[in-house]
């Protein structure tokens, strides 16, 4: 059973800047994929960013790509995503995700989630 648990969210003003971490369960971390996606009120699931198991490549939707940096500490069995430049239109929950396999930029892709971590940004 794989656990994936999300934190470092809160509340900060457009500008600022938040780093999300997520913790991972088990040995067999390094062997896979992650990601980040985010969910904001009314809207469907999206996705953020994702990094290879062995961090030579990542990901970025369009809308973080230049603000946000996915990065992975296989020895910590961690996840993080640094934020920086933050705008109210990024306000949602934020899951990790572990990749299992298919496009990196699909939901169905993803099969362990994370219970997630509000991030609210005020203008």
């Known amino acids: 059973q794989v656990q994936l648990v999300e934190s470092g969210g809160g509340l900060v003003q457009a500008g600022g800047s938040l780093r999300l971490s997520c913790a991972a369960s088990?040995?067999?971390?390094?062997?896979?994929?992650m990601g980040w996606f985010r969910q904001a009120p009314g809207k469907e699931r999206e996705f953020v960013a994702a990094?290879?198991?062995?961090?030579?490549?990542?990901y970025y939707a369009d809308s973080v790509k230049g603000r946000f940096t996915i990065s992975r500490d296989n020895a910590k069995n961690t996840v993080y995503l640094q934020m920086n430049s933050l705008k109210p239109e990024d306000t949602a929950v934020y899951y990790c995700?572990?990749?299992?396999?298919?496009?990196?930029?699909?939901?169905?892709?993803?099969?362990?989630w994370g219970q997630g971590t509000q991030v609210t940004v005020s203008s």
């Open positions: 995700a572990r990749k299992t396999g298919g496009d990196y930029y699909a939901l169905p892709s993803y099969t362990y």
């Open positions: 088990g040995r067999t971390f390094s062997m896979y994929a």
């Open positions: 990094i290879s198991w062995d961090v030579a490549v990542t």
